[in-house]
Structures are given as C-alpha cells and as structure tokens.
C-alpha cells in the first residue's frame, strides 16, 4: 500500500522569509500524481500545487515551488516570500493513476511569524 | 463558478441518532469522493463515486455508515446511530474524472454527544 510521510508536525517561518515542507512517500508504481494542498482554520482544502510523475520538470506555482526526486521518492514544497496568510495546515498527498482516492500525509502545520 | 458545497455546515446530535450529509460538487465533475478528518489525524477515505456508482466502499469503517449519489450529482453520506468516535469532519471532493485534481468542500463538522 502506498504511504505518505510528513515529518515535520510543525513549521514556522518570518514573514518574508523561505521556508520548505518535507514529504516522502512510498509505492512501487511508476505513473502517479503528487499534490499539496492547504487547510487553513475555516477548513477548506484548497489546491496548492499539482506534480504529474511522469514530468522532470518540477511545478511552480506563483511563489510556491517543488523540489520532486522521483528516485528518492520525496516531493517538497517551497514557500517562498511568505505571508501571513500561508499560515495553515499543510497536506501531502499521493493519487495512484487509474482509479484510486488520494493517500494523504498527516500534515504539518505552519506558522507565519510577523 | 461554484465550488463544491456541503450542509449543513455543522452537526450536532445525540448518540444512537441518524444523521445525513449532504455534498453538490462542482458541475460536470463525474466523480465525487468522501474522507473523514478526525481530531488530529489525517484525511481517512471512506467512499468515491464514478457517476452513480461507488467502485471503491472499502474505506467505510462499519455497516452503520452508506452513501449514495443520484443523477451523476448530488452525494449522501448517512450514518445511522451514531457513536461519539464518529465525531470527525466529513469532507467531499470532486473531479472531472478519477484521475484529475480533486477539489474539496468546506466540510461538514459533526459531533456525537
């Protein structure tokens, strides 16, 4: 079965600053889908960054950023210029090509320091 | 346009009672899937629609909890009698298919006295 590991519970970063999240995962499949999502306190999940396996190229979303090894099987994100309002829960999923709901990490919560 | 909508928004109820949650996804989004999120754990799978039909059950925790979709849209998730350890959020996501990005809804917090 496959897993998704995040382990950092916690983060926190200054304002403006850089900060990364880790996550590694584990499967034997080739062609799968690595996610992001942010849950802030009104708990809505909400699509942060998209990675498809089969691409080298790592996905860029305005100022936040993936550092994806594929043979290390580790997909981070990278917030760059960070704002207050990227304060929240943060999740690492895995969605297996074909017909399978996403395997989620356990998250890791970040904090925005003014 | 519209995201995907759940109600109520909030839920609270008495052990031993049913409850029903409802979720619209986003339209033209053929599949539709239901996680729990319970304090302090990740996201847990319990169900997920292609149309009408739930290929994959597998993630229901007991025979107390079903769900069903009708016209390709609307989804319920019921739980009848419930226990406290059902407290949790019920999330709902859809996608244009199985394979495509899916997108949440607000949730539903439900708790069990």
């Known amino acids: 079965a496959q897993t998704v590991t995040q382990s950092q519970p ?3 970063v200054q304002e403006a600053e850089t900060v990364t999240l880790s ?3 584990d499967t034997s499949e080739s062609d799968y889908y690595l996610f992001w999502y942010k849950q802030p306190p009104s708990r809505q999940m909400i699509l ?3 990675q498809e396996a089969y691409k080298q190229q790592n996905a860029t979303e305005n100022r936040f950023s993936v550092n994806f090894q594929k043979a290390a099987k580790s997909f ?7 704002q207050l309002g990227d304060a929240a829960m943060y999740f690492c999923a895995y969605l297996l090509s074909g017909n399978t709901p996403l395997v989620f990490g356990k998250g890791t ?3 925005v320091i003014a | 346009g519209a995201g995907v909508s759940q109600s109520p928004s ?10 029903e949650l409802r979720c619209d996804p986003i339209s033209g989004h053929t599949a539709l899937y239901w996680y729990r999120q319970s304090l302090g754990q990740g996201l847990e799978f319990l169900i997920y629609f292609q149309g009408n039909s739930a290929p994959d059950k597998s993630g229901l925790p007991s025979d107390r909890f079903s769900a069903e979709r009708t016209g390709g849209s609307v ?5 009848q009698r419930t226990q406290q350890e059902d407290s949790a959020v019920y999330l709902c996501a859809s996608s244009f ?5 899916q997108y949440f809804g607000p949730g539903t917090r439900l708790l069990v006295l």
């Open chain 1, 48 to 50: 942060v960054i998209r």
């Open chain 1, 76 to 82: 981070s994100l990278k917030i760059s210029d960070s």
């Open chain 1, 23 to 25: 996550c590694t995962y």
């Open chain 2, 75 to 79: 989804s319920t998730l019921t739980i």
């Open chain 2, 97 to 101: 298919t199985v394979q495509e990005t």
């Open chain 1, 10 to 12: 916690e983060m926190s």
């Open chain 2, 10 to 19: 909030n839920k609270v109820t008495e052990k031993g009672k049913d409850v």
């Open chain 1, 109 to 111: 919560r970040l904090s």
